[in-house]
């Protein structure tokens, strides 16, 4: 499956929850590649790549992009699972990317040169643009990180009018409906009666009114930000950090779904 990770809002913990959903599917013996599509290149920093000083080469849009035929540079971690990085050089290549005019690119590499992975998971920038039209046609399903904050929650439904648009153009290009796996609550608080307030929302009014599910929410922890200081997946540096098993629930209902052909 190739899974569009995506809220146009930042700071809603997309990357971190990208890192370590990637890397629970690998634990349970998934192929798993993880596209990273933000020119900070943080994704791959927090899997001890660092693509910051890489050069262009090394980047997975780098062919992607120059419209060859050529597969795009993907890397071996640490951690079971391969990642294809993104930097700086990423604000060009769009560029050259919206020249040529196809709005289909990605997903003709990816369906010439990633089937052998069994998902494919794309962090996607936090903000409309070519890559994020790009990653919404070529993926078969999206999942929603949602911050339980009142402006990522707004963000989030002002975001149907891009899956809407994004769903059009598939339509006119005969490609099968985006699936939208559903939301995920995100840096979560229970104690906190804002948290809870927009955790509510989320479940009770914002997502049935689109017709999402909810999955039960990550709660915040500090081992998930210290995760990213040290290079690796929150279970591997907190196993028994609640959060840890709170991604691992939520692998096991997507997983659950996928087989249920939901």
Known sequence: MRLAV??????????????????????????????????????????????????????????????????????????????????????????????????????????????????????????????????????????????????????FAEAQLEIGKAQRRRKNMRLAPLRVLGVVPTLYNPRLVLHRHHYEELARRVCPSFGYPVFAPIRDYVAVSEAGT?????QRYAPKCPAAADVAALATAILDGASAGQ
Not at 230 to 234: A, G, I, K, N, S
């Open 6 to 155: 995506f809220n146009q809002s930042g700071g809603v913990g997309k990357t971190s929850l990208t890192r370590d959903l990637g890397y629970e599917l690998a634990t349970r013996g998934r192929r798993v590649l993880l596209v990273d599509a933000d020119p900070q290149g943080t994704l791959g920093s927090f899997l001890g790549l660092e693509p910051p000083a890489r050069p262009r080469a090394d980047t997975f849009w780098a062919t992607v992009c120059d419209g060859g035929d050529a597969p795009p540079v993907t890397h071996p971690t640490a951690f079971g699972l391969t990642a294809g990085l993104a930097n700086r050089f990423l604000i060009g290549d769009e560029l050259a990317l919206m020249q040529q005019s196809d709005p289909a690119r990605l997903l003709a590499v990816v369906e010439t040169h990633l089937t052998d992975y069994d998902w494919v998971l794309f962090d996607c920038p936090p903000k409309i643009s070519e890559i994020t039209l790009q990653i919404l046609l070529a993926a078969d399903a999206l999942l929603a990180p949602v911050q339980t904050e009142a402006k990522s929650v707004e963000s």
């Open 230 to 234: 040290r290079r690796q997946p929150l």
